[in-house]
């Protein structure tokens, strides 16, 4: 087996509406579901094989803000405008629409914030 990356853990304040704002915004399916001694965790991907988004919500009653460990999530999509106005439509906040950057060949790139505030990058070749 090649190597590959799994996933990624994102930790969430609500998980359901989480769940539902990757699933609206950019067509991802619910994988797995883990209840463990002090996380529940839902499992996000995509058909077939590619990293997965693992939405965690701690529940051993340890207070932590949300994005403490936030990097950014890069999606690679069909359409990256619509991906943009679904996920603006499901409470992310527009940092910068889909649009050519010089020198980046043909890519639009663009940015939401996520309902917890975690930066997605959204590509598209066109």
Known sequence: MANYLGA???AVRDMEA??????YAFGMKEQQRFHLPHMDEIVMGFEGRSAAVVLMQYT????RAAHAFAGKLVFYLD?????AKRAVDSGAT???AP???PGL?????????DPDGY????????
């Open 94 to 96: 527009l940092v910068r």
């Open 119 to 126: 930066t997605l990058e959204l590509l598209q070749t066109i």
């Open 105 to 113: 060949g043909p890519t639009l790139i663009g940015f939401v914030k």
């Open 60 to 63: 051993d009653g340890v207070a």
């Open 79 to 83: 359409d990256a405008s619509g991906a």
């Open 99 to 101: 649009a050519p950057v």
């Open 18 to 23: 989480s769940a539902k704002f990757y699933a």
């Open 8 to 10: 990624v853990g994102i």
